[in-house]
T-cell receptor, first 115, second 115 residues
Framework: DAKTTQPTSMDCAEGRAANLPCNHSTISGNEYVYWYRQIHSQGPQYIIHGLKNNETNEMASLIITEDRKSSTLILPHATLRDTAVYYCIVRVAGHNAGNNRKLIWGLGTSLAVNP | DTAVSQTPKYLVTQMGNDKSIKCEQNLGHDTMYWYKQDSKKFLKIMFSYNNKELIINETVPNRFSPKSPDKAHLNLHINSLELGDSAVYFC??????????????FGPGTRLTVL
C-alpha cells in the first residue's frame, strides 16, 4: 500500500500557482519524498524529490514540513499542459536499500488547469 | 532522441496467445523496470533488473517472464494471455550504482488488450 495520502482532485486557474498537498505521516528517516506526474496516455514523468530541505528546480518547488509528515508541490505558474495526475511517493534511498527502493504508487491527485 | 522506448505501442491479441513487449533505454542506466497500470490507474511494479540481474520480483504469475539480454534492454514475455492481463505496461530505467537516490525514467507505455 502507498504510504502517502493525497486529495483525489484539484482545480487551478491557468497562470496561477498550483499547490498540491501530500501527507506522509509514517515517513521514516531514510525515506525521500518523490513527485511524479502522468499526463494522459503518457508514461510517468519525474518532477522533483527531497529529504528534509525545500527543493526547487525548473519544473516545481517542493516544500517539506519540519516534521517531514507532509509536503507540498508547487507549480508556480500553472499552464494547461500541467493538467495531469500528480503522484507523491516516499521511497527508501541508499546503496543497500535493495527491494525497499521500489516506488509504491497511490492514485495521486488529478490536477485540472483551467483557462 | 527517445530515452526509454517500448514496442509495440498497442497490442491486441486473443486469449491464450503468447506475446512479447520490448523495451530499450539509451540513458546508460544500469537498472530497468516493468510496471503494470490497470484500469483503475494503479501503477504496480512487476520486475526490476540491475545489470541483467533480477532484483525485484513482485507477486506476478509465472506466465510473465522478463528477459534482459543486456543492461540497455528489458523485454517482457507473456504466455497464455488472459483477459485480466489487459492493461498498460510501462518500462522504466534508473541509475542505481553509485547513487543514493535516483529518478526513474519511463517509456510511453504499451497498451495490451486481450480479447
Amino acid at each position: 500500500d502507498a504510504k502517502t495520502t493525497q486529495p483525489t482532485s484539484m482545480d487551478c486557474a491557468e497562470g496561477r500557482a498550483a499547490n498540491l498537498p501530500c501527507n506522509h505521516s509514517t515517513i521514516s528517516g531514510n525515506e525521500y519524498v518523490y513527485w511524479y506526474r502522468q499526463i494522459h496516455s503518457q508514461g510517468p514523468q519525474y518532477i522533483i524529490h527531497g529529504l528534509k530541505n525545500n527543493e526547487t528546480n525548473e519544473m516545481a518547488s517542493l516544500i517539506i514540513t519540519e516534521d517531514r509528515k507532509s509536503s507540498t508541490l508547487i507549480l508556480p505558474h500553472a499552464t494547461l499542459r500541467d493538467t495531469a495526475v500528480y503522484y507523491c511517493i516516499v521511497r527508501v534511498a541508499g546503496h543497500n536499500a535493495g527491494n525497499n527502493r521500489k516506488l509504491i504508487w497511490g492514485l495521486g491527485t488529478s490536477l485540472a488547469v483551467n483557462p | 532522441d527517445t530515452a526509454v522506448s517500448q514496442t509495440p505501442k498497442y497490442l491486441v491479441t486473443q486469449m491464450g496467445n503468447d506475446k512479447s513487449i520490448k523495451c530499450e533505454q539509451n540513458l546508460g542506466h544500469d537498472t530497468m523496470y516493468w510496471y503494470k497500470q490497470d484500469s483503475k490507474k494503479f501503477l504496480k511494479i512487476m520486475f526490476s533488473y540491475n545489470n541483467k540481474e533480477l532484483i525485484i520480483n513482485e507477486t506476478v504469475p509465472n506466465r510473465f517472464s522478463p528477459k534482459s539480454p543486456d543492461k540497455a534492454h528489458l523485454n517482457l514475455h507473456i504466455n497464455s494471455l488472459e483477459l485480466g492481463d489487459s492493461a498498460v505496461y510501462f518500462c522504466a530505467s534508473s541509475q542505481e550504482r553509485g547513487r543514493v537516490t535516483d529518478t526513474q525514467y519511463f517509456g510511453p507505455g504499451t497498451r495490451l488488450t486481450v480479447l
